[in-house]
DNA sequence: ATCTGATATCACCAGATGGTGACATTGGCA
DNA sequence: TGCCAATGTCACCATCTGGTGATATCAGAT
């Protein structure tokens, strides 16, 4: 993979190396999309911004389907190292609160992997398969890595949960970036702390074991 | 407001009726956002539909913003019939259980909905924003009409839980609509009925009153 | 030094977009 | 009747898009 935080698009430092060209393409089609979002994002703006003929765009990537699926290579453990190592949880209720921490903070911080996960949800272009894999990888493989042998209590629809939950902070993260504000919450740190603490007081009563909800008062 | 459900665009028995020129025009417009999403929604994609010129559109309504704008004002209680009337709830966490259900079935089934809750969520254009308004001026009235003197129970952070479950539940509608799952969940019929519960598990522990909550065992 | 192939750039195409001005047609009013 | 304003239509503009062919330029092997 290339380095993704490195080298400004000069195009004058850039003497016919089919390399660095290959690679000053896939940055801008990665800065581009990280900032500007799916809309716009075309092969004059990539070639553009690049420095570079479009021609090249065809020529290296076979146009700009192949060109996001580099970007998708490059991204795969981009996006993997944007949730962060952490120690090996205590329990599975740790284990998906925690998941679901992390992936609100990376989706909050990294315009691309909001981006990519706000793309993949409203517009089922083939051009953005390639990035949704590598995201889903990323984030599965995370988890993998990581349960152990760890299991959702018996009786508990766990592949729900998580669903809901993830769609949640996906939407928020989008609907902060865009609006700031969600169903009369105001989407910044006080507010996303509160999220959080929600976020966790729901993991715990469903997925942990029951001393650990202290929601039983007798 | 004008009919939403009536009138095929038949341009020849249109003569020279501004009325239902303009109210071709909403519809063109309502149509094409409903069908085609915000992407692909312009000046002459809207005037082809309506079968008229885009010339109307600048006079008429001043441009796309006017025009937007007048789809707003019809919309107000479209979309508050969509969410369909109901009895008064028995408790403050049946007001909320049923409030997601019905937003459910409503970004489920209506399409413009889904497509304006994802607009709103993805681009802060000044284009969507009298839509955006329409829809949550519904869905605060939906609420205020039926919640009578209920009132969250003390020590619960409800904003922050419904603000929560409601991102989850527009993320979800949207996410069946693009790739038919999300995160390992399949978003058909069965899948939406394990959310259902799902949903109507965490509103219940966290707003129900300890006996509706059936988690103490003892 | 020369020739070849890879690299990069340019010019152009058809089609689409948003936007504007000029023109034709019609209905109603004096 | 004739006139005028409202309504509708058409033609055109600049600009952008994706896409392709031809051409210039350079690096390296012979």
Redesign the pocket.
Same mark, same amino acid.
């Given at each position: 993979m290339t380095d993704l935080t490195a080298a400004p698009p000069d &195009?004058s430092s +850039? &003497? +016919? !190396? #089919?390399g660095?060209?290959e690679g000053a393409l896939r940055r801008a089609a990665r800065d581009l999309l990280a900032e500007s979002g799916f809309q @716009?994002? @075309?092969? !004059?703006?990539i070639a +553009?911004r690049a @420095?570079?003929?479009?021609?090249?765009i %065809? #020529? %290296?990537f076979g @146009?700009?389907d192949g060109l996001m699926a580099a970007v998708g290579a490059d991204l795969a453990d981009w996006i993997g190292s944007a949730l962060d190592p952490e120690t090996a949880p205590a329990s599975y209720a740790d284990l998906v609160a925690s998941m679901l921490l992390r992936l609100a903070d990376a989706l909050r911080h990294d315009p691309l992997i909001r981006q990519i996960a706000a793309w993949e949800v409203i517009d089922p272009s083939p051009l953005v398969q390639p990035l949704a894999r590598a995201r889903s990888v990323a984030l599965t493989a995370w988890v993998k890595a990581r349960r152990g042998t760890l299991r959702p209590p018996p009786g508990v629809d766990a592949p729900a949960l998580i669903a809901l939950l993830v769609a949640a902070v996906q939407h928020l993260a989008m609907a902060e970036a865009s609006m700031g504000r969600f169903s009369g919450l105001t989407l910044d740190e006080p507010g996303w702390r509160r999220l959080q603490t929600m976020l966790t007081r729901i993991v715990q009563q469903q997925l942990g074991d029951a001393q650990s909800t202290g929601g039983c008062p007798s």
């Open positions: &195009p +850039r &003497p +016919r !190396n #089919r660095e060209t @716009g994002l @075309g092969i !004059n703006a +553009r @420095g570079c003929d479009k021609q090249l %065809y #020529r %290296y @146009g700009l």
